[in-house]
């Protein structure tokens, strides 16, 4: 019998909102009988000064540590002193009052002594050792200096990140090119790629799967984009491509974040096409009805130094568990044309989108089926599990 686990997580978000890979793996490890205490994404005093909305989540660091509907005990840590990213003396302050908080605040009154800790922010070298760790991991999900707004930080995130790789027993990449720069700096550095819930998203191939009302009545074929809208969409090729098939609907579902004036002016020029549909953020649960009605799925991402790191993104995998082929500007690129088309330019988007619409077939969606099997996140957690035995084996 396997031991039971308690595990840390230091996380890069909120519990609520998009469902991301430090919530799945965590999820995962709940289903197996583990204790999971989930640190949610640390505020500063700027955003509570500059946002009230902050303030309801500052108050959940005086709440004892609760489960949550899913079984995690989900904490807010104290809020920081701002410029973490620039400054190094700034960094080693805000991570001590983290350390002191989760010692004395969570890890106590949970009585725990020697956890598996988890951290998936690239700042935090200060906190490996502190709390008599049984393993200390590092996931790394993003390049996070390249997707860090303010370049002039660049410098001290790569640092920080770097310690950290060092310090820590393993490290977990969900891409080859972020494995390829962290193994640099550590041996025990491994390759675990994004994947899905396909309990969940396979129910878009269900009979009694309802499709809603926002989107079952749209004119066919429908083109689909399902997660956050931000600048990372390209925007200029949503318009070309709704200029392209007028007679087609393009349908974007989540929330619309992070984007500058510019990109919001664009965004209002595309709300006002009437072959194009934003119809906002929708519950996890509720994505397998919307894939439901969705011909083909596309990830049209902007090609920058950011996409360059990126291979399969979650919704890739989402996608093909709903039975859709997709059409992607990032790839995977070596798969079959009924898992992915790989684009590299506008024509290229135009034309596999029409050859998309015929792959929906009984062969094509056999094989999307086959595929997704081997990337579940219960895979994916057979494998962390796999790797951590073997290090504390050996060490």
């Known amino acids: 019998m396997k031991e039971k686990k308690e595990i840390l997580c230091i996380s890069q978000s909120l519990w609520e909102g998009p469902k ?8 995962e490890f709940v289903k197996r009988g583990n204790r999971v205490i989930f640190v949610e994404a640390y505020l500063t005093w700027v955003k509570l000064i500059k946002n009230i909305k902050y303030w309801k989540i500052f108050l959940n660091i005086f709440k004892r540590p609760l489960l949550n509907n899913e079984g995690i005990f989900v904490v807010t840590a104290p809020p920081l002193l701002p410029f973490i990213e620039w400054n190094k003396t700034i960094n080693t ?3 001590l009052i983290i350390s002191f908080w989760l010692k004395y605040f969570v890890i106590k009154k949970l009585d725990i002594e020697s956890p598996y800790f988890f951290t998936f922010s690239p700042l935090t070298e200060k906190l490996i050792g502190k709390f008599n760790e049984k393993i200390s991991i590092y996931f790394c999900n993003d390049p996070f200096k390249q997707i860090f707004k303010y370049k002039s930080a660049y410098k001290n995130i790569e640092k920080l990140e770097n310690l950290l790789t ?5 490290v977990f990449c969900v891409s080859e090119k972020l494995l390829e720069e962290r193994i640099k700096y550590n041996s025990n550095t491994f390759l675990i790629p994004l994947a899905v819930n396909n309990d969940l998203f396979s129910k878009a191939y269900n009979e009694n799967t309802i499709i809603p009302d926002d989107i079952k009545n749209l004119p066919k074929p429908i083109i689909g984009h399902i997660g956050v809208l931000n600048n990372r969409i390209d925007i200029d090729l949503i318009k070309r491509l709704s200029d392209n098939f007028v007679d087609y609907s393009f349908v974007f579902i989540g929330p619309i974040t992070e984007i500058d004036n510019n990109y919001k002016s664009k965004l209002n020029i595309l709300k006002s096409k009437k072959n194009i549909y934003f119809l906002g953020d929708k519950n996890e649960d509720d994505l397998p009805s919307y894939l439901k009605a ?4 596309i990830i049209p991402y902007v090609k920058d130094d950011v996409t360059k790191y990126i291979k399969a993104n979650s919704k890739f995998f989402q996608y093909v568990s709903a039975g859709k082929p997709v059409v992607s500007t990032i790839g995977p690129k070596d798969l079959d044309e009924n898992l ?3 684009v590299n330019s506008y024509e290229d988007f135009i034309k596999s989108i029409e050859k998309a619409i015929l792959t929906n077939t009984k062969t094509a969606i056999d094989k999307r089926k086959d595929f997704i099997k081997y990337h579940t996140w219960s895979n994916r957690v057979d494998e962390i599990e796999k790797i951590i035995e073997e290090y504390l084996k050996n060490k």
């Open 166 to 170: 060092r310090k820590v027993n393993l």
């Open 294 to 297: 969705i011909d083909v799925c």
């Open 340 to 342: 992915c088309f790989s």
């Open 93 to 95: 302050i805000n991570w």
């Open 20 to 27: 991301r890979v430090r919530h799945n793996i965590m999820r």
